[in-house]
Each structure stands twice: as structure tokens, then as C-alpha cells.
């Protein structure tokens, strides 16, 4: 009773160990995390951010052309929406200013105090990066049109007045920034970044030699990234001094880049939202995947803020690497400690209660007993779930979710619940099969009854034991005929033009009975099942002849001196013997039907219209070709019931009659 | 004496070409590897290998591979391809796969340049309305063979009928009624599944519904502020219906979203109109009773090509490709009174004149312009984008092969090795052998109705096998009486409507981009 006590209070102590250990874990796991969400909210899907240090705000502007401020995650002001994508932000250096560019083919600059603007400058052109000279009194616009068509315009920031227009044809922009001295710098998409003069003419260019995706000045270095995920860091005589690599294995398509204030963490974003980041040895630090295309970055304090085609704004914290290592692992431990505090809660509750003990302690005596046995099986039983049931489960489960090619990713996939099993009774397809599929099984158990069992009568009736084998061998030797190759011969046969049987009906002057065999609607799924005749399946027939040839000679003799002839020796005496046989053929039969679909595949697709449509046919075009999978996992589903149901009823019939008998 | 002539001038003549070769791969500075993965077609081998040593006698540096790829599993291959890390292959047929557009060479970067292998650039070696093809700005593919959807048909039987060429649907329907009853099955075209797919009822289809649907060019073109818009193109577009080129994709820029956007909101574009209860109505008139009645049914593009040159089919529809077929199968049955199918089986019949007409133009309520046809390029060529140097490389390759030079060494080669053409090639200077030239004479070039998305919901929402599948079986009913062309043209507004979310998700233009059609869709 003490001893029960003692192991009753370790219980309870290895479960409160078990909580502390989880709340343990979450505070590890808040501590490592690098990436903080700023809690802005602007209802749109932003594209562009920048920052004001000192305020401590952030200028949010979207996809959907709003621009926002915020300060401690409160929007403080929102500037008059406009009619295109906002791409590009640009603070002013005394924080009165932002400048806005927006692909509606204008550049705005609004009053940061309330959001109001200031100037307007239609630009006429797609715009797609803007620059702010050093006294910020110009404005570089980078644009696009048609196919190659670029401009690189220059605007004063004062009364908006265009002082440069410089045209480029074969050249797509990709950006556009001042330097140093107000050296302007463009980036193209063959890779070239370019030191010109606001003239337009080349003074000196770098080769990246990679499509240009983004570039950012930071100081007096220009930061170029490349379509292959390296990133180029160059002087302003464009030398280049630093350069390194996103390791992106996963084919993502490079989009945005940052870096911290530091210049030692390099921030690459990509279109299906993975961001990869780097430290100052190249090395990648961290990935992760946002689910949404990485738009912009800014760098603020210790942290590199960004944001995505998305309702976010996140903060990666690069101060917190150094720690994240050991705040990981000591995550990890602890939730390894909860589960073995779990597993100790568990046996000391069992060894506290005594029925439960005994009964524990019988069932691992049992299994200890048969210890050889129980691992023997284990690696049979591991590959049987890998392989088989894993699939089933999943199946199971999918067949409730949205799961298709369009929602692939765990992420994408949705609970709903019975809609894939609503679809199959209001597709018509699945239920149009039903009726072809009950015409093919009563007709290939009618054919698995009749032929195959006359054959196999014949030859056992035979006498001379090689004849039988000759005969036997020759009924058989069909079976190495892959059933494709079956089945295309009697594509051929069924062909309307060179087809065995309209050739025949034409010979034989019989032109009216010619037909489109596949082809006509009324006769279609009749030909489908009259494919193989004369359906001599050499399985049932080596079954049938197997147990005719185990009857023994002395029932039948008995039977003969009886006076009974070889018809009512068959229907009495030997056709009861068979029925086992029978039994199992026609299980297999039901199975091996309701499974079939290649047939019709290979001969109709299911067509005229949905004449010869099959229920596995459908699941297999909804797996092939429509992607549908968890609509296909719904249909395996049924099939499964109505393959199971029968089987399963017809064997209790049997078990049942045999216990009567 | 002679022959020591002989011996000095031979030597004599190597050591020139040997020196021009010198003197040509010093001239070169291209160097690098470019591998070619089209698909093998009858003849192409050999032509490839004739343009690549033209080309390598250029560049003697530039290492050009052939990998050419059975047409059998050659999807499943490109899209291996396309999605592997470091594919080696450059150029091949990517939209047999789901390739993104992102990951191509824009040719659109190099049509302006100036040609090494012409005297201008390289979009002036050929007629660019007919090589460019897509939508919103994109280029990554360029075709430069041209065929042509027509009516063929046999010139003996119709002589003997009394009927001449139809220049309207009324005048078809009225020449398959005495065709008919002089005993011949009046049309030969595929009527199964992969016609309403990709084939001859598709083709019928998305032709008539252009008829009907001229006009949704003012709704789609890309217009002032919108992303794809280009002032030197749109800014001077003007809507002209006379004009069967007025909609050219080198004429006006089709805005992807403003398509989408007229479909989901059902205002200006639906498959319901009275124009298309009109086209229906026709095609009711001659489907399926001329063509083969219900067989029609399971007739593929062979068995209607074996109708028509066993001369029980008086008409055909198909590609410009089987003017050349015809010649070669004419020639068989002059020798052996035979052809034989991809079975190996024997199919018999006579020889007869071939003739050609345009496609009979439709006339009644909703039709808003003459018809047209579908003149398009075919084999589409792309290549994969890697660094610059090598894109740069590829293009210069591709300027040589759709160049005069190039394009004639690889058409001629081909042609002699049991090649065939589409129609004529769109490279400007290139001259087929007279016989075949003869051949495409009388073709008569209509304008194209396949421009963009502009036709291809006609049949179905495009790139959802579902909605095909489903409009295939609404023109079965439909022919088969089972439904009215009400119900049909419902069930057609109604397919359109289910199956078009499924288009935008696999597009990424989202409900939100639907509503500033002006902005590039992102699709979130």
C-alpha cells in the first residue's frame, strides 16, 4: 500500500515535470525564434517598406495601391489611394518626405507628417524603380514599355519638371540608384550595371552576367542581385568587393534582397516566399518559407524588416543567431524531457494501480516469451505499413481534404469534410459507371462459369494422360499474351475501316451488318465485354480441371455403374464438388472487375460520351489526368466498400452453409 | 601530265577552303555548348546536322549537340527538364510541358538586334506577326513554319456529283445533301474525344466562334495604363472587322487579366450568345449525319484520313501538313495501288486530284465579321534561360537558323530525307522545291482566328482536361438529340463558369488582380 503511495506521488511529480517542461519549451522556442511579427496589419498585399528610426515608423505601401504609416503597430495616417501598385519607397533624408513610385506610370511624394501629397509627376510609362539624388532635389525614374523598350527619366523633385529623357531600345531596366557624388547607376536584365550620366551615356559597365532582380545602395556600395541567387557588391567605380550565393536547391525564383545595417547579413527573398539568409562568410544561416512572394526589405535597428505579397510585416533579428543554436537544442531537450516525464507518468500510474500492473505485466510476458517471432515478423510488418497501409491511411484521410495538383502542399490542403463523396452522386460519370460496371460482372462471372469449366471437363474427360497434357498445355499457353496486347489486337479486330469482323461481314456480303463497333453508343459497352472470346481464361480452367481431376475416378465410376450418363454424373455428382472452386473464382472474378478499367481504357476511354464509363476508369482519370486526388482518394473509398461488402457477406453465406452442412 | 594537273589543282582547292576556314574561326570569338532537344521528326535529323555544320563553319568554337527526342514520352521528358536543377539541354518544344515563362529565354530581348546573318535585325529575317505568338508582353516562343486549318477535297468526286467548292456553311450543308445522296460519306473528320480536345471539332469550333466574337478584342486590349500596354502598338490600334489581320498580336496587346476579368464577370464574353446558338445551329446541320452519321463518334483523325483517300469521303478537314502527305500518298498509289498505316496494314485506293477551299463563312444572327481560319505557327521553339554569355550564344544561333541561309539548308535537307512542311516558312528568301511550292499555290491565307486566349475557350475552359472532357460530352448530346442547343450552349456557360477558378489558380491572377486589370497579376 506504502509502496503503491510512493509510485502514485512519482507519478504525479513526473507530470508536473512534464508541464514545466513544455512551458520550458516555449519559452526556448520564443527566445530562438529569428523572425518577430511587427503586428501591422494594412488589409492589402504589400509590396513596398521603409522606415524612420528616430519615430520609430513604418511607411507600408501595397499591390493594391494604398500607402500607410504606422507607429507601434497603429496606422497613424493613409494616404489617398491610387490607381496602380505602389513598387518602390524612398524616405528623404530630414524624414519629411516620401517618395512613392507606382506602376500606374506615376512618381509621388507625400508629406510624412499626415500622408497628404505634395507633388504628382505622371510619368506616361510603366515605372519600375525610382532614385533620389543626394540633395534630393532629382528624381531618376527607371520605366518600361512593349517588348525591350526602356527609359530612364529624371524629374525635380520640386515642381516635378522632366530635366532628362534618355530612351534605350533592347534594354529592359531593373533598377535604378544614385551613389556617391550623384553617380546614377542602372541594372538591366542582360545582367549589365551601368554607371551613366544623366545624359545617358555609358561611363563604365559590370557585367553580372545573370538577369538583374533587385538592387539596393547601402552607404556607398551597391548591392546587386541576379536571378541565380548570387549577390554582387560593388564600389562606386563599380569593383567589385563582395560576392556570394543563396543556395536555392529548391528552384525558387529569386525576388528581393536586404541587408542589415551591419552589411553582414544578406536577406534573399523569392517569389514562393523562401527566404534565405546569409552572414558575412557566405554562409547560410537560415530558411524559411513564407508561402508568399518576398516583395521588400528595410533595415532598421538591429533587425531587417520585410514584407510580402501578403497582409505581414516581419523583423529578422540577426543579434539573435549567435544564441539561436544553443536556444534550439535546449528547445529540443525539453521536449524530448516531456515526453520521457509523459512515458514515467504513465508506468508509475500503471505500477500504482494494481489490476493494471498485472494485466501489464501478462501481456510483456507474452510478447517476451515470443520474443524471436515478434522481431522476425517486425521488419515484414514496418515494410507492410511503409508500403501498403501508409498509403491506405493516407488515402483515408485525403479523401476528406481538397487535395489536387492545384493544393499540392500540406499547406494548401483543406479539411472538407464530405464534399468529395457529394461530387461523386452529382458527377455523372461515377454513377453512369455503376450500371456498365454490374453489366461486366455478371457477364465475366457468366464467362468465368461457363467456358473455362466446359474446357476443363473436356480435357479431363480425355483419356491418355499426354493428350491431356498436349491439350492442357495448348489451352494454357495463351497466358503469356500480355493482356494489353490483347486487348490492342482487338482494337484491330473492332477497327470499322481494316477490322477483321467488318472485313468479314464484307466478304460474306453482309455490308448492312457493318459497324463502328466502339464507336456507336448502343453497341459500344457490348463489345467491350465481348472482347476475348471465346473466353477461354486459363486460370479458371486450370482451377476447374485442378478439383475435377481430385474428385477421383472412383466417385465418377460409382456413379456409372449407378446408371448415371456423363451429364447427370457432371450436374449431380461432380458440379456440387466444384463449388469451393466456384466460390472462389467468383470472389476473385467480383474483384478483379470491379478493379478493371484498362480495357475500356485502352479501347473507348470511356467514350461514345460517357457510354462505357467505369467507376476505377474515373477515379484513374481523376488521379492522371484531372489531379484530383482527394476526390479520387473519396472514390477508392467507395470502391473499396463495394468491393469489401460483397466479399465479405458472401463468405459469412459460405462459412455458414458449411457449418449447417 | 593530267593527272598531275588534276592532283595540284585538288590540293590547291584545299588548302583555299582550308585557309577560308582558318580566316572564318579567327573572325569568330562565340564559343561554348548548345544542346538541341526537339522532338525527331521525319527528315530533321539529318537537316539539323546540315544547319549545325553551316553554322559551325562560322564558328568553328561553338559546340552544338543534337539530342533529338521521340515525339513518345517526349512531354513527360520536358517536363523532367524543365523542373531538374541544371538541365543541359538549351533549345526544345518547353510548351509540351508546364514550363514558366520565367525560366525562358524572351526572345523579345534579341528581336531588335542587328543580325549577324541578315542585313537587318533578326526580326527582319521574318514576318513577325506569324512567328511571334502570346499575350501580355511575353515572347519565349518563336515558330517559323506555318500551316494552315482548311477543307481538301476530292476533285473527281465532285465532278462527278455536279457540286463545286462551297463558299458559305449554307452552300456545305447544301452540297453534303447531294453528295450524300450520290452515295459518299461527304466530310472526313475526327469526331472523337481528342477532336473536341485538340483536333478537327476543336479546330471547327474555336474558327466559327471567331465569327462571333470579333468585337471582344475592344474589351481585352491592353489599354493606356495598363501594365502591358505599349503606346507605340495600342496607342494606334483601331478596331477594323474588314481587316482579318486588324487583331495580329504585333498589332494590339491582349491584357491576360482584362480576358479574365470578362469571362469571370459574364457581362461581355459568354458561351450563351445568339451568335454562338448560330454557330451551333450550322454545325447541327452537317454533324454528324455528313461525317460519318453516329460513328463519327469514334472516327480519329487515321480512320477520316483512310475515308478520304479511299474515296468513299468527297471532303476533309485538316492542316496544311497533309497537302505534302497527299503527294506522297498519291505517289504510292500510282506504284503500288496501297498505303501503309502505322500498323503495317494496307490501306487501298485511287488516285484522284486534290483540291483546296477556304473555310465556308457563316451568315445569320450574331456574326460580326468574315470568317477566318487557324494560320498559325507550328513546332514552337524555345530555350532555357541560364547566364547571359550563353543566352546570348543561343540566340545567335537561333538568328542563323531563321535566316535565309539557315532555314533553306534545313528545309531542303529535310525535305529530301522524307520530311514534310506544314505550309510555307515564315523566314523571308526561303524557297521550297517546286513541286512542293506548287502544292501550297492556291491557299488561300484568311487571317487567323487562334490569337492569344482569343478563341480558345470555344472549347472548353483551356488547360482543364474536366471542362474539355465535360464540353466534349455536351456536343455529343447535343448531336445526338439528346439535348437542345439551349441546354448545350447553357451547360457551355455553365462549364466556363465552374472551370474557370481552376484556370486563374494555375494562371495566378487572383479575384483581387480581377479587379485592377490595369495592374500585373500576382496572383494572391
Known sequence: ?661 | MAKKLWSMLLIIAMLMSAFAMTSVAEGSDLSGTITIGMQARPGTEIAWKEVIKAYNAIHPNVNVVLDLKPAEGYAEWISTVTHSENPQVDIAEFDWGDYTSAKMIDWADYLDMDSPYSDGTWAEQFDESGVLSGISGNLEKVSFFSTQVMWMYNKEIFEKVGVEAPKTWDELVAVCEKLYAAGYQPIAIDGNYESYASMGMSWLAQIYNDQVSRSLINVIRAQEGDFCYDPDIDGVWEYNPEDPWNDDVTKVTQNLVRIVKALYEGETWRMDTPGLKTVWSNFAKVFPKYAGGEAWFATDTEASGNAFYQGKAAMMVNGGWEIVNYMRTMEEFKATGYIENENGEKVEGNVFTLGTFPMPTMEGEGIEAKVRTIEVPTIGMMALSKSQEHNDLVADFMMFYSSKEGMSIYVTSMLENGGSVDGPSYVFGVEYPENVAAAFENVEYIGNAQKGYLNVFAKGVPLIDESGREFYNDCYEYFMGKITIDEMLARSQANLEKYLPFLMQGLGISEQDIQNPANAPVGY
Open chain 1, 1 to 661: 500500500m506504502k509502496r503503491n503511495s510512493i509510485r502514485f506521488i512519482a507519478a504525479v511529480l513526473s507530470l508536473i515535470l512534464a508541464i514545466a517542461c513544455v512551458f520550458l519549451g516555449m519559452y526556448f522556442e520564443d527566445q530562438a525564434a529569428l523572425v518577430s511579427d511587427t503586428g501591422i496589419i494594412t488589409g492589402g498585399r504589400n509590396r513596398a517598406i521603409t522606415a524612420d528610426e528616430e519615430t520609430n515608423t513604418i511607411y507600408v505601401a501595397t499591390h493594391d495601391g494604398t500607402l500607410q504609416a504606422f507607429r507601434d503597430d497603429q496606422a497613424i495616417w493613409s494616404a489617398a489611394p491610387a490607381s496602380g501598385p505602389y513598387c518602390r519607397l524612398y524616405l528623404s533624408k530630414d524624414r519629411s518626405k516620401l517618395f512613392a513610385a507606382n506602376e500606374g506610370q506615376k512618381v509621388f511624394i507625400f508629406n510624412t507628417s499626415d500622408g497628404s501629397m505634395l507633388l504628382e509627376i505622371p510619368v506616361g510609362r510603366n515605372v519600375i524603380d525610382i532614385a533620389v539624388n543626394a540633395d534630393e532635389s532629382r528624381i531618376a525614374v527607371a520605366t518600361n514599355t512593349g517588348r525591350n523598350k526602356s527609359n530612364l527619366l529624371i524629374y525635380s523633385s520640386l515642381d516635378g519638371e522632366q530635366i532628362a529623357n534618355n530612351a534605350f531600345k533592347n534594354t529592359v531596366l531593373r533598377g535604378v540608384e544614385y551613389g556617391k557624388d550623384d553617380m546614377l547607376f542602372t541594372a538591366n536584365k542582360k545582367g549589365e550595371i551601368t554607371h551613366m550620366t544623366p545624359e545617358g551615356e555609358n561611363v563604365k559597365t559590370y557585367k553580372a552576367n545573370y538577369d538583374v532582380v533587385k538592387t539596393l545602395m547601402k552607404g556607398e556600395s551597391l548591392w546587386v542581385l541576379t536571378v541565380d541567387g548570387v549577390y554582387h557588391v560593388l564600389d562606386s567605380n563599380l569593383e567589385l568587393t563582395r560576392k556570394g550565393r543563396a543556395n536555392n536547391e529548391i528552384n525558387a525564383y529569386i525576388h528581393s534582397l536586404g541587408v542589415d545595417n551591419q552589411s553582414e547579413y544578406v536577406f534573399v527573398g523569392t517569389e514562393q516566399g523562401y527566404v534565405f539568409i546569409l552572414n558575412g562568410d557566405d554562409q547560410h544561416v537560415y530558411t524559411e518559407d513564407f508561402k508568399t512572394q518576398i516583395t521588400d526589405t528595410f533595415a532598421m535597428d538591429e533587425g531587417i524588416y520585410f514584407t510580402g505579397l501578403s497582409d505581414f510585416v516581419k523583423v529578422f533579428h540577426p543579434d539573435r543567431i549567435e544564441n539561436y543554436k544553443l536556444l534550439s537544442n535546449l528547445n529540443l531537450i525539453s521536449k524530448i524531457a516531456v515526453g520521457l516525464f509523459a512515458l514515467a507518468f504513465v508506468v508509475f500510474m500503471i505500477l500504482a494501480i494494481p489490476a493494471a500492473r498485472k494485466n501489464t505485466a501478462k501481456i510483456f510476458k507474452a510478447i517476451w516469451k515470443y520474443k524471436m517471432a515478434y522481431i522476425l515478423l517486425l521488419p515484414t510488418f514496418v515494410i507492410l505499413f511503409l508500403f501498403s497501409y501508409r498509403g491506405i491511411f493516407m488515402g483515408l484521410t485525403r479523401a476528406f481534404t481538397n487535395w489536387s495538383s492545384r493544393d499540392y502542399y500540406l499547406a494548401d490542403i483543406e479539411f472538407i469534410w464530405f464534399d468529395n463523396f457529394k461530387a461523386i452522386i452529382d458527377n455523372g460519370y461515377f454513377l453512369i459507371g455503376i450500371k456498365n460496371l454490374a453489366m461486366i460482372i455478371v457477364f465475366s462471372i457468366i464467362k468465368t462459369l461457363t467456358v473455362p469449366l466446359a474446357v476443363a471437363w473436356l480435357i479431363w474427360a480425355m483419356t491418355g494422360d499426354k493428350r491431356k497434357y498436349i491439350h492442357r498445355f495448348l489451352v494454357v499457353l495463351p497466358i503469356v499474351i500480355p493482356g494489353v496486347v490483347n486487348i490492342m489486337i482487338w482494337e484491330r479486330i473492332y477497327d470499322p475501316t481494316v477490322g477483321l469482323i467488318n472485313n468479314l461481314f464484307e466478304v460474306m456480303g453482309l455490308q448492312s451488318w457493318q459497324r463502328v463497333w466502339l464507336g456507336d453508343s448502343n453497341i459500344a459497352m457490348w463489345a467491350v465485354i465481348f472482347v476475348g472470346f471465346p473466353f477461354m481464361a486459363a486460370l479458371p480452367m486450370l482451377v476447374y480441371y485442378g478439383a475435377l481431376s481430385n474428385i477421383g475416378s472412383d466417385v465418377v465410376e460409382s456413379a456409372s455403374i449407378d446408371g448415371a450418363g456423363r451429364w447427370k454424373t457432371f450436374w449431380l455428382i461432380q458440379l456440387p464438388l466444384l463449388k469451393p472452386q466456384i466460390g472462389l473464382l467468383i470472389t476473385l472474378t467480383f474483384i478483379g472487375s470491379m478493379q478493371d478499367f484498362y480495357t475500356i481504357y485502352l479501347l473507348t476511354m470511356g467514350g461514345p460520351g460517357k457510354s462505357t464509363y467505369v467507376p476505377a476508369l474515373e477515379l484513374f482519370f481523376n488521379v492522371s489526368k484531372f489531379g484530383n486526388y482527394g476526390y479520387a482518394s473519396a472514390m477508392g473509398i467507395v470502391l473499396m466498400v463495394c468491393t469489401l461488402v460483397p466479399v465479405l457477406i458472401g463468405q459469412a453465406i459460405s462459412r455458414r452453409k458449411e457449418g449447417l452442412e
